[in-house]
């Protein structure tokens, strides 16, 4: 019963390179999210996907992009790395968006430090 | 526009004690309250939530929450803490639905001191 699965779990870049990061569920939930977490900032939304084949920007988005690969699997991509950009990163889902009876349910992070 | 505030960004405790993490949140519209908790090195997990209904909302590990509208505060109470307690305690708010409209306050560091 792994829940929300995010690899890899630590990760050091170079300004200027590129990564992405994984999240997979095997909840068979339809929304998912990718967060940062800064200190003294809290959770930051990046992007969403409401359901399998869409996406959409949230609070952060600038120097990320998304792909929503199939139900299960929701990775996000940064092109050309910033210092910026270190942080602790964080993917959520749901059965559904508005379903605010029930709770989002996270991987473990990934920590990014862009040197 | 909504937002949370969360004062106080770390609280210690001791073991047994009782504890108060605050929560005050503003917006126009009728909201949805949450209380979530990281543990060192893991994601969140909800302790608690505000939907409607009871004003005091008990969560899991023996924690509770009072939603007061008048004074648009959301503190999270536990009576007496473990040892085990000690994590990040985030509040949140969601003034319309869909998750995609949460907001997260930045958190309070609950230190319980044996």
């Known amino acids: 019963n792994a829940g929300v699965t995010q690899t890899p779990k630590f990760q050091v870049l170079k300004t200027g390179q590129s990564m992405t990061l994984q999240c997979a569920q095997d909840?068979?939930?339809?929304?998912m999210y990718w967060y940062r977490q800064d200190p003294g900032m809290g959770l930051r939304l990046i992007y969403y996907s409401a359901s399998e084949g869409t996406t959409d920007k949230g609070e952060v988005p600038n120097g990320y992009n998304v792909s929503r690969l199939n139900k299960r699997e929701f990775s996000l991509r940064l092109e050309s790395a910033a210092p910026s950009q270190t942080s602790v990163y964080f993917c959520?889902?749901?059965?559904?968006?508005?379903?605010?009876?029930?709770?989002?349910?996270f991987g473990n992070g990934t920590r990014l430090t862009v040197t | 526009a909504q937002s949370v505030t969360q004062l106080d960004s770390q609280v210690p405790v001791f073991e047994e004690a009782p504890v108060e993490l605050r929560c005050n949140y503003s917006?126009?519209?009728?909201?949805?309250l949450f209380w979530y908790v990281q543990y060192p090195n893991q994601g969140l997990q909800l302790l608690l939530k505000y939907l409607s209904g009871s004003t005091l909302v008990k969560g899991i590990n023996g924690f509770e929450a009072e939603f007061n509208k008048s004074q648009t505060s959301f503190h999270l109470r536990k009576p007496s803490v473990h040892i085990s307690d000690t994590a990040e305690y985030f509040c949140?708010?969601?003034?319309?639905?869909?998750?995609?409209?949460?907001?997260f306050g930045t958190g309070t560091k609950l230190q319980v001191i044996p």
């Open positions: 917006s126009s519209v009728s909201v949805y």
């Open positions: 909840m068979n939930h339809n929304s």
């Open positions: 949140a708010v969601s003034a319309s639905g869909g998750y995609q409209k949460v907001t």
């Open positions: 959520a889902s749901i059965f559904d968006k508005g379903a605010l009876n029930s709770p989002l349910h």
